[in-house]
């Protein structure tokens, strides 16, 4: 294909790396050719990219028609010969802009991969976005080849959205890449202004022209991924046969004549999944993952987690406004807003909104109603890298406000008065005192405190729903302080039946120390569940109960008795 620049002409596509040709596609960010001498010419240029900006009318959706050059920052570049032999590599500035020195009268191309990478002492990374449905090939930009001659060469390259007037051309699609590539260069900046050594894990991004929200079975690799989402390792697919799924960042890609759903322009939606990523790799989240709308009574630890992508994405892009494209459309919310005040117990620890709007207000310098906080980004970095990696509580807002506040003791009363104006009383890392039950009087104390030996009733409820059973009060927690290492057996009783029915239960047991699970217990089926003679360390354990069945009775409390006994 022919793209558009200053008559010079290029084509996009997808390089499939193998392992054991990963130098061949990689390149470090340094001038990885042979040493420049007398008989080398120097080639420069800069690399762009169309970036779709929003339209200026809320929920307008993406304005096609007037997309914006931007430089592609800090991305690979590379000079291979006919053979595909890497002769030099740089990385362009944070205006697009490379040069590099090459050998003179030799047929060339230039490359620039949708890849940043910086190796050696920190800071460090390796950001790659890379094509699923077709083996994972890594997505780059070529120039038409040239020869160098004898003097000084310039090439410059520009990647376009593909957008002809009325859809896209997904062969032509060359920008959508290196857009999803810059919303990381962003939100890596944001975590260096907190970090300058900070060491990034690596990370892959997987878009493609067809990854589209399909119902059916979960296949990346046929671009069946439902939604844009952050997986951790670990995972299979449904595809035939199944198979691991890579860990990275999966990214909406399908746009269906309009019908579908594209997210490579939406930088709140990229920035968010990267603060999952934030998550597992610099701090820790407990959260179950699942399904969640705005106005949801969540776990919460998924309210949480749901909260802070929202509000790192606001950080990341400077922008509080929300937005989503979809269908010529888009969906969002303002952080700056109290967007469900007149909801009655929408507001609260359980609310994926009202954390959005807690961390964006300790996060930025505008002042309003119940806002005296503006404490930037740098401060709840290293909340969320210290405090709410080794709290002993579940990672929840009350957490990660018990970190920041016992950090920053000048600004707590201003923190709290936040905290309150979302309905969440002022508290300590387990939530102790807190009066909000979200219209679930069962789900308070948050964590009730269990000793050895002991037997309680436990009761979980669909109140406040129960798809992906990661809703309020869909499971209920315990607090065990143990004092010594010892045996013990954990043992969650329910009513027996058939399975399925109303009358049946089927209890669920997991054994936290630190967000770690120390003992699981999940038969399925089984009206009993026994964790028998577990080793429990000294320090303390949450322990997690909740019935299996639910999601598939959601209309009744599910009762069980929980018993714990050891030496």
């Known amino acids: ?118 190796t050696g002492a920190a800071p460090s990374w390796n950001f790659r976005v890379l094509n699923n449905t077709n083996s994972g090939a890594l997505y780059a930009l070529d120039s038409e080849a040239f020869d160098t001659g004898t003097s000084n060469v310039t090439r410059n390259l520009h990647a376009a959205s593909g957008w002809n007037g009325t859809t896209y051309v997904n062969s032509e699609r060359a920008a959508a890449p290196f857009a999803i590539l810059d919303t990381v260069y962003q939100a890596k900046e944001l975590v260096l202004s907190a970090d300058a050594q900070a060491a990034f894990a690596e990370l892959d991004l997987f878009w493609s022209p067809i990854n589209r929200a399909t119902v059916g079975a979960f296949c990346p690799q046929n671009g069946d991924i439902g939604t844009t989402f952050y997986q951790i390792a670990g995972t299979q697919d449904e595809c035939t046969p199944r198979a691991d799924l890579p860990a990275g960042i999966y990214i909406l890609g399908d746009y269906a004549g309009g019908a579908g759903d594209t997210d490579e322009f939406d930088q709140h939606i990229i920035a968010h999944e990267f603060g999952h990523y934030f998550e597992d790799r610099f701090s820790r989240s407990d959260s179950l993952g699942g399904g969640h709308m705005g106005a949801d009574r969540l776990d919460l630890r998924v309210a949480f987690g749901e909260g802070w992508g929202n509000a790192f994405s606001g950080m990341v892009l400077d922008d509080p406004e929300y937005r989503d494209s979809q269908g010529g459309r888009d969906f969002g919310f303002n952080m700056e807003t109290d967007n469900w005040a007149n909801i009655p117990g929408a507001e609260g620890w359980y609310s994926e909104e009202s954390i959005s709007e807690i961390l964006w207000d300790i996060y930025d310098d505008a002042q309003e109603a119940n806002d005296n906080v503006a ?109 010594r290492t010892r045996l013990v057996t954990i043992t969650a009783t329910g009513a027996a039946g058939d399975p399925g029915t109303d009358a049946a239960t089927d209890p669920d047991i997991f054994v936290f120390r630190q967000g770690a699970i120390v003992a699981a217990g999940i038969t399925d089926g089984a009206s009993s569940e026994t964790l028998p003679q577990i080793t429990l360390e000294p320090g303390t354990h949450i322990i997690e109960v909740y019935d299996f069945g639910l999601q598939s009775n959601p209309s009744t409390t599910r009762c069980m008795t929980l018993s714990i006994a050891g030496n």
Do not use: W
């Not at 420069?44 to 096609?64: A, C, K, M, N």
């Open 1 to 118: 294909m022919t793209l558009s620049l200053p008559t010079r002409a290029c084509r996009f596509l997808a390089i499939h790396c193998v392992v054991l040709a990963l130098a061949a596609c990689g390149g470090s960010g340094d001038n990885d050719g042979p040493p420049p001498s007398d008989g080398d010419v120097t080639i420069s240029g800069r690399i762009t990219f169309d970036r779709v900006p929003f339209s200026s009318t809320l929920e307008g959706g993406l304005d096609h028609a007037n997309p914006v050059e931007s430089p592609a920052r800090e991305v690979i570049v590379e000079i291979i010969d006919t053979a595909g032999t890497i002769l030099a590599s740089t990385s362009t500035n944070a205006a697009g802009e490379y040069t590099v020195n090459a050998p003179r009268n030799r047929n060339v191309r230039v490359r620039a991969k949708a890849q940043m990478r910086r």
């Open 375 to 483: 404490l930037g980004f740098g401060p709840i970095y290293r909340t969320m890298i210290g405090p709410q990696v080794t709290t002993d509580a579940l990672t929840s807002i009350f957490s990660f406000a018990a970190g920041i506040r016992a950090a920053n003791p000048a600004e707590a009363a201003a923190i709290d008065a936040l905290l309150a104006g979302e309905n969440i009383s002022v508290t300590d890392e387990f939530g102790t005192g807190e009066s909000n039950d979200g219209g679930d009087s069962s789900v308070l104390p948050i964590y009730n405190d269990l000793s050895e030996p002991m037997q309680v009733p436990v009761c979980v409820s669909a109140t406040a729903g129960a798809t992906d059973n990661n809703k309020l009060g869909n499971r209920k927690f315990f607090r065990f302080v143990n004092d």
